[in-house]
């Protein structure tokens, strides 16, 4: 039993740590234009560490359209994005709560 419960507090342990490097990994961005026809949005980024990119301003494709259902140019915002198929591809959005 002590062998399991060590085993099931290292996995969690596990789990959370790459969740938070997931959530610290991602990017700042404003949004320039969004393109939901395409699946496209064009971003003004700061440095992606995962893609060991620097800040600028390009166009990224989506993974999940949806993600641009409440984007609109000039948003401030958090994202995520990897290389697939020679496309970069963000795949991840967080907009900041709204100041009161």
Do not use: C, W
Not at 55 to 79: C, E, N, S, W
Request: glycine share 4%; net charge positive.
């Amino acid at each position: 039993m002590k062998k399991f419960l060590l085993s099931a507090t290292l996995a969690l342990v596990s789990i959370t740590a790459m969740a938070q490097t997931a959530m610290t990994d991602m990017a700042e961005a404003e949004v320039r234009k969004v393109d939901k026809e395409a699946k496209k949005v064009t971003l003004k980024h700061g440095p992606i560490k995962n893609l060991d990119m620097p800040g600028m301003t390009m166009v990224f494709q989506v993974k999940d359209v949806a993600l641009l259902d409440k984007l609109a140019a000039g948003d401030k915002i958090r994202f995520s994005a990897e290389q697939q198929q020679g496309a970069y591809v963000v795949t991840a959005i967080e907009k900041p709560p709204a100041a009161k």
